[in-house]
């Protein structure tokens, strides 16, 4: 029931998933006239009934303790007990973290899982974290963050030895907020691949592959990119319709422009990975369409086969000795 | 002295702010052979030579202390004693943010002065603020930064009782970090104009007039808003040169998209006012071409006929009792 779009746009997803991957088997929950129909309809999808839906509006943390049957809660709960191996949803992002953290519960050594969201760049994505499931964070956290981004960047998103930026005010390593330059200071230390300072303009430029700040920030920029996306775009198409000549030169450049649209789209990468958290937890964004979810449940699955909460939790036990000088 | 294309960038811009505005004097702060023959020129120009300059990559306060008579420091110091309303420069930001507040000192009863960015929006600009000066902040600062900013909307943007938003991470008032939750409640009751939180994608859209935000938020989206709109540029540019049909489109599209181009430029505004500040203290961009300085002379001399620092002055004094009770 997840999105603005449910459930039609979700189930359209499920089966471009279901036919995009043939070794994957996906329990859908929801109302009991949603799910099973389509399960019926579809090979290696089983339908799971559930009978409460939680709305965009209401309060995360409070709506999962109360709504058990709901198909966030329900979802979760079967990750926990190892019925699924992950799970993906475009419903209220903070109900999805509420129940990611109250039902499944994090890997063993993480303070705080993280929500991290690949950006569509011109070259290759971007990797940002946290993206708002911490809006105050300690400098131990982000460096946590850091870790487990680098770790997701180079198994899912696919690239090597992830250099791991720090979003800051500056390049030079004593500017920034107090958390920022404490967090220089121990990233230097406990981060492999850690390249320093990314100022806002350096996200999107391809200099870093992995860009890392406490979730009210990091949400910050993250609306800020999608906005200022949207504002020119709607101002391009508006400068392209201002004139018969301009129409004209618009339509020789609409299959570039769609194709750049396109490109740029975050429907490619169809959510964001909650770093940190058992099982793969995947939360899609609220105007999902299909191809979104499609790719939010592809990427689940290859987060669960990868092992991604795994690799993590080793990684970190196998630091806990230099995490032990924690600065607060 | 001041931007990456000084000295002739600057005086171009001097030049033609003197032709735009008959009633303006200028101080002309600078090396000998650049600020003497420029003078001899130009009526209502008067040279004033200073024999050191402030790198970009310098320490600012410890520079402002040092160079005692480089144009940063000198400029500020004719506004201290009085021999000048206003002052311009292009150059290091963080030596004009040093020597204002060092040298110009700030006004009564302002806790920070801070640093306002005026963004090009496709309807009106949105001044966003502080973009940078106060990289830590209280509730109480963001206040003041509201309420000052607020009359700089007013008074030299022209925008009749603005709409003030908080840059948070929800619609909501209990949604944020600390700091954001705890300056949303002092906000409602004492900034006159407070339109609630604002969201990273509600920036350019018009709905607010001014967002107020800590100087570490503002400077990452100050700068995410810039590499955002650069990048997206660029890759518009590069579809348009994709193919023989994409070229002749673009050319029919050449006038559209250079206005538009040219209207979300940042010169049209000159630069960032430092708010609570004595005198009219206006930032420019490193960047700067001549018609940024120009209108960054203009608006400099706009805030100090229009008295904005005397404004603030007394809009804080009056409401001195309302704000003793203040949340650290």
Known sequence: MGGDNAPSVVLEGVAAALEADPALKIVLCGPDEVVTPFAANHERC?????????DMGEHPARAVRQKK??????????????????????????????????????VKGVQR???AMPLPAPSHPLLLCDVGA???????????FARMAG??????????????????IGEEEE?????????????????????????????LTGDFDVVVCDGFTGNVTLKT????????????????????????????????????????SADTYGGAPLLG???????????????????????????????????IAQTLAGSDASNSEQVE
Chains 1, 2 share one sequence.
């Open 175 to 203: 500017k920034g907020n107090d958390l920022a330059i404490k967090t220089h200071a121990l990233m230097a230390k406990q981060v492999p691949g850690f390249a320093g300072n990314a100022e806002g303009r350096d996200i």
């Open 225 to 264: 990119i999608e906005g200022t996306s949207k504002v020119l775009f709607k101002m391009v198409k508006e400068a392209m319709m201002s004139s018969a000549k301009a129409k004209i030169g618009a339509l020789a450049l609409k299959s570039e422009l769609y194709e750049l649209k396109d490109r740029m």
């Open 113 to 115: 899982p993280a929500l």
């Open 151 to 168: 770790i997701y960047a180079e198994r899912i998103l696919g690239i090597p030895n992830p250099r791991i930026g720090l979003l800051n």
């Open 277 to 311: 958290c058992k099982g793969a937890v995947v939360v899609g964004h609220g105007s999902s369409n299909a191809k979104a979810v499609k790719n939010g449940i592809l990427v689940t699955a290859r987060a669960a086969r990868e092992n991604v909460s795994e690799i």
């Open 69 to 106: 049957d709901s198909s966030i809660v329900v979802g979760c709960r079967l990750v926990k007990e190892g019925q699924a191996a992950g799970f993906f949803s475009a419903g209220s992002t903070g109900a999805c973290l509420a129940a990611a953290t109250l039902v499944v519960g994090r």
């Open 46 to 54: 089983e339908a799971h009934v559930t009978t409460q839906v939680i």
């Open 134 to 144: 911490n809006a105050d964070c300690k400098p131990a956290y982000l460096v946590q």
